[in-house]
């Protein structure tokens, strides 16, 4: 990546420091403060798009779902809803049902996740723990549902490939009981905190008319005061037919995103709950014969935001084109408005605020321009981030 | 705005289309040529506040074919303009990226991977290609080898 200006760089990349995937961020630094940041993708593409044009209708959501490990619900999903558009399937109302369950069981995970690496970013080690330790139920359920912690695989064309197991309804709400009280806890904890007031709010602000032009989504949108969500803007599965809501903060900064996940876990437990007792008996899918040339687009509200497929097909049995949008393709470029003028204490938590898909071992380096001395490591701005709590513990 | 009154706005462009399809209540597919591509996306960016999600670009052997995807979330409807390119040996098309920033990686991703110029971009590098990816390779083209050695 080509060098802008004639300042000192923090390199963070090519692997994320604690999320998954490969990115490189280059961050130009004046002084203590972000002036600009340049962020290079790719170190691992897949050419999924690409696979996608070779395999049946049948063989690609398995191929989907593993575009993203955490969100492998919602990627079989959106293509799926595409190809039945095409060929205008509708799927049995209990397998609606079903892809509900399972994709917000998705979503309760994940949020709990982002919650846990939050509070280890910032030095919260308990949340941390707590977190991982209350989502740890939800991925046991998944399991028991479809036979895999992730990457689930169980829509299909046309319905979804297994039922739920028998007797489940009663396992699953005294589990779902369990969680929304220990997530009460956990977010009263969180919300009456004045360190995590002092350290948060006002931090990485995403302001709305940039949310706009940046187009993101999800969780992200939402917290910038944009009351998008495909469940209830263009509904699916069985969003219509249960009772929710969307919830939205105006601020834009870290807190506001930390409380939008918070809330929505609530949301996805009631919406499981409701799902479980509304659930119809029945068949779980509809035979599928031939998909029909056309084209047509699917789309679902993934953990992190919109999951956007587009699928065209000539008649045969593959895909003529596939193309799969992931929500941080359109969330990530926001850090250009995010994280500029934000100091290097607070970029580590602001860049993960987001929530993107990167992975654990990364390394982050600040190299002076002139001399290319390594001024800071990854672990010496983990301890930036870290002593800036402590030092408002303190004040407090 | 309601659905309809969302088609009669979209009327009122109908001069620069070349094509207007509603397949279903809410999906609505728009044509045009490239020269009235810029336009169109102003009109739906800008007047009708529609939210820029991705862009296609598909090769369809003798044009190209990008498909600009909005979603309208007041009423969920999403609108894909089909901007056809005939030059298939040089493609070019005006770059939307002033006017969206959202739109600065898919238009350098398609600049990868297909090979279509986009004219006014500001930041024109690699997004998807390796640094040392030789030109005029093109991935997703449907004439590319996928066994040619690199």
Not at chain 1, 79 to 104: C, D, F, K, S
Not at chain 1, 207 to 221: I, Q
Not at chain 1, 352 to 372: I, L, M, N
């Amino acid at each position: 990546m080509k060098k802008k200006y004639k300042l000192p760089i923090i390199a963070s990349g090519p692997v994320h420091p604690l999320q998954e995937e490969m990115e490189f961020f280059q961050l130009y630094i004046d002084g203590e403060t972000v002036v600009d940041i340049d962020v290079r993708l790719s170190y691992n593409h897949r050419g999924i798009e690409k696979i996608s044009e070779s395999l049946q209708f049948d063989q690609v959501p398995f191929l989907v779902s593993r575009i993203c490990g955490i969100c492998s619900a919602s990627h079989p999903l959106a293509y799926v809803q595409a190809v039945e558009e095409i060929a205008g399937i509708t799927p049995p109302e209990r397998a609606l049902y079903v892809r509900t369950i399972i994709n917000e069981l998705e979503r309760i995970h994940s949020h709990i996740l982002w919650v846990g690496l939050a509070g280890h970013f910032i030095g919260y080690e308990t949340v941390f723990m707590w977190a991982w330790k209350y989502r740890e139920p939800v991925l046991d359920m998944l399991e028991k549902i479809t036979g895999n912690r992730n990457n689930y695989g169980n829509v299909k064309i046309g319905g979804c490939r297994e039922d739920l197991p028998e007797g489940i309804e009663a396992e699953i709400n005294p589990i779902l009981d369990q969680i929304e009280k220990k997530m009460d806890m956990l977010t009263k904890a969180v919300l009456d905190d004045p360190i995590l007031h002092a350290r948060l709010k006002g931090v990485g602000v995403l302001k709305k008319e940039d949310a706009v032009n940046y187009a993101v989504t999800g969780p992200t949108a939402r917290a910038s005061g944009i009351p998008i969500d495909v469940r209830r803007d263009d509904p699916y599965a069985a969003y219509d037919l249960v009772d929710w809501n969307v919830c939205v903060q105006e601020e834009g900064d870290v807190f506001a995103k930390a409380v939008v996940r918070l809330l929505e876990t609530f949301e996805s437990i009631k919406i499981v709950r409701h799902a479980i007792a509304k659930l119809p008996k029945g068949p779980i899918a509809v035979e599928v014969k031939e998909i029909p040339p056309g084209e047509a687009i699917g789309h679902a509200e993934a953990p992190r935001g919109e999951t956007f497929h587009y699928v065209r097909s000539e008649g045969g049995n593959t895909p003529a084109r596939h193309k799969a949008r992931a929500p941080s393709y359109v969330n990530v470029p926001s850090f250009k408005a995010s994280c500029i003028g934000e100091k290097i204490s607070d970029v580590l938590i602001t860049l993960a605020a987001v929530d993107p898909c990167y992975s654990c071992t990364e390394r982050v380096g600040v190299v002076d321009s002139h001399s290319k001395k390594v001024i800071y490591d990854f672990d010496r701005l983990f301890q930036l981030s870290r002593e800036k709590t402590e030092k408002i513990r303190k004040e407090m | 705005m309601s659905p309809d009154e969302l088609v009669e706005k979209l009327n009122t462009i109908k001069s620069s289309l070349t094509q207007f399809e509603q397949l279903l209540n809410n999906r609505i597919y728009l044509s045009c040529e490239s020269e009235n591509c810029f336009e169109i996306n102003k009109f739906l960016f800008q007047e009708l506040k529609a939210r820029f999600v991705i862009a296609t670009a598909i090769d369809c052997e003798q044009y190209f074919e990008i498909l600009y995807h909005y979603s309208y979330d007041q009423t969920g409807c999403v609108i894909n303009l089909k901007c056809f390119i005939r030059d298939h040996e040089n493609p070019q098309v005006e770059s939307i990226t002033p006017l969206i920033p959202a739109a600065e990686w898919i238009e350098r991703e398609m600049h990868d991977l297909e090979g279509i110029e986009f004219n006014n971009h500001p930041c024109m590098e690699r997004l998807i290609l390796a640094d040392d990816w030789p030109e005029g390779e093109y991935p997703l083209r449907k004439d590319w080898n996928h066994e040619k050695e690199i």
